[in-house]
């Protein structure tokens, strides 16, 4: 997609961990709070708005150490998506099982794991979230093929 950089669009860098287990792939998401501006009590993905001058690699590693209490490593840019209020670059990040046991949830009441099916039927989780999940989950399969 494309960056517009004068968009008056929120820009946003997200991260979604994930791991495979017996051929699913297993998204690690965050239950938004319910007095947040963005999506309250819903489910989403960890990170924030990129600030003025901050490239999205710079965003998503402030704000997944201010969200997570970590340094994100291996991670990789899976695209940016260009919505009708934000435009996002998606960052996913394979991470072991044991996962949300490593990490400290700071913003929102707690993180998840989901199945794919769980996701897709999740009534807490956007379409827009929905269709970025989709597009990891085509990714991942063809990587483990």
Do not use: C, W
Not at 24 to 35: A, G, I, M
Not at 61 to 70: A, D, F, G, Q, T
Not at 109 to 115: A, C, I, K, L
Request: net charge negative; proline share 4%; no cysteine.
């Amino acid at each position: 997609m494309v960056n517009n950089p004068k968009s008056s669009k929120r820009r946003v860098a997200t991260l979604i961990p994930y791991f495979v287990k017996n051929g699913k792939v297993v998204v690690f998401l965050q239950r938004r709070s319910k007095d947040v501006k963005y999506r309250p009590d819903q489910f989403g993905f960890f990170g924030g708005g990129i600030e003025a001058g901050e490239t999205p690699e710079q965003t998503l590693i402030r704000e997944i150490k201010e969200e997570l209490s970590i340094q994100p490593q291996n991670y990789e840019f899976l695209e940016q998506y260009e919505f009708d209020v934000v435009i996002s670059d998606v960052f996913i990040m394979e991470v072991d099982e044991d996962f949300k046991d490593t990490v400290r949830v700071n913003e929102g009441p707690y993180g998840r794991y989901f199945t794919g099916d769980e996701a897709m039927n999740e009534q807490r989780l956007t379409d827009l979230h929905k269709k970025i999940l989709e597009d990891l989950y085509n990714i991942v399969r063809k990587r483990k093929i």
